[in-house]
């Protein structure tokens, strides 16, 4: 005869209560380190990224699709680091592995992320990105809550930047999907960043309000309508010669930015269609970069950043700058070409180029930020964007009197 246990109302109450606390625990348990990566320029460390999730994975793919709460930790190494550069770096990697809508979509998200950052960083700051369920997309910089995104997905448009096709750099994307095998030194050095009492202190003055400042007589109606600039429907996705024409972005995946490149490179009246007719040819596909040339490495005391200043940014010339950045790079890759003798040798690897333009596209100054370790491809990267020179000009839509952007490459041979 079977005996069956049977438990009164109280009992089955506490067991209740006991179950919703191990699933309220669970929900805000801290996320795991899933990787970690340094970025550097020119040679030098600028930050030291953290990859956090609820469930450790190599899978790019799985992490975006992990609905647990997730964490973006950047902690400064450099001596400074330009609000202005790091806003860069998320424009232009979200304008590179972003499908076309989402850019739109989240537009007035990124301004209000970019504007959250009012000067420059320091070395020991640390930046907390936390994607909490239901909640949003909480942005805080050395404890400071500096405001919540509620846009639901902004975080992984943001985490795009770093895990998608199109990192920061060629090792960037791999050393943050390590699945929680960190090194050691590496841990102890980003465990080691902290910052002081007084950049505390400093970074709480980012949350006061400013005074207005005053303004002249407020425009007519017709005036404000005549000086708005429409946002563009469609944002751009980043082509260039390809082989085989890579599948459109979708708004869960975006585009892989650039296949292969043609052997030889057009001249720089030729700008028609690439041959497609190469199968096997060797591909250069872009690694986003962050900083601009002129901004790259700012240890420099008399550096002013406070004396130039952007114009603000705003939706519509996020868009605009976005798209420009983006027929930039079309424009660029035309000139690109694999050196046979790199490919005789096997010779892959990835080179970075910041570009300052003027208003009418021609180029003020080229600093190539990230070389790979074989001179011909170092020497292919400069090459190119002195033959793409002059670039198309900047629309009357962005303000200023030039442009910076980077050029992303990565050459790679066929499997």
Aim: charged share 20%.
């Amino acid at each position: 005869m079977r005996k069956y246990l049977t438990f009164s109302g109280p009992y089955l109450q506490t067991l209740a209560i006991t179950a919703l606390l191990l699933v309220n625990t669970a929900a805000k348990a801290e996320p795991l380190l899933n990787g970690l990566a340094p970025h550097l320029e020119l040679g030098q460390e600028r930050f030291i990224a953290g990859l956090y999730v609820e469930s450790l994975s190599e899978d790019a793919a799985s992490i975006m699709g992990d609905a647990g709460h997730k964490r973006m930790a950047l902690h400064v190494t450099a001596k400074r680091l330009s609000h202005r550069s790091l806003r860069r770096m998320w424009i232009e990697g979200m304008a590179i592995n972003t499908p076309s809508g989402q850019l739109t979509k989240y537009a007035k998200d990124t301004v209000t992320f970019a504007g959250l950052f009012k000067s420059k960083l320091t070395k020991g700051d640390i930046i907390l990105i936390d994607s909490q369920p239901g909640e949003g997309t909480a942005v805080s910089v050395n404890g400071v809550e500096l405001g919540t995104l509620h846009t639901d997905g902004f975080f992984n448009v943001l985490l795009r930047t770093w895990i998608g096709s199109v990192p920061l750099s060629s090792d960037f994307r791999s050393q943050l999907l390590q699945n929680g095998q960190i090194d050691e030194s590496l841990l102890a050095k980003f465990e080691s960043i902290a910052p002081s009492t007084e950049r505390i202190a400093a970074i709480s003055e980012w949350t006061k309000p400013k005074p207005k400042p005053k303004t002249q007589a407020a425009l007519a109606p017709e005036a404000i309508a005549s000086t708005t600039i429409s946002a563009p429907i469609i944002a751009p996705t980043v082509a260039a010669p390809i082989v085989s024409a890579p599948e459109a972005a979708t708004e869960t995946e975006p585009s892989q930015a650039l296949a292969a490149a043609p052997e030889t490179s057009p001249g720089n009246a030729d700008t028609s269609e690439p041959n497609t007719s190469k199968a096997d040819a060797p591909t250069l596909e872009p690694t986003l970069a962050a900083t601009p040339a002129a901004e790259a490495i700012e240890d420099d005391e008399s550096y002013d950043e406070e004396e130039s200043e952007e114009p603000e940014l705003t939706a519509e010339s996020l868009i605009a700058r976005q798209m420009y950045h983006s027929s930039l790079l079309r424009w660029a890759y035309q000139y690109l070409s694999y050196p046979k003798r790199s490919v005789q040798r096997g010779q892959e690897g990835s080179v970075r180029v910041s570009v300052t333009i003027d208003r009418s596209g021609k180029i003020k100054s080229q600093r190539t930020i990230e070389e790979s370790k074989h001179s011909l491809l170092n020497r292919e990267a400069t090459k190119a964007v002195k033959k793409a020179g002059p670039f198309p000009v900047i629309p009357t839509a962005i303000s200023g009197e030039e442009f910076s952007f980077t050029l992303p490459i990565v050459f790679r041979l066929p499997k």
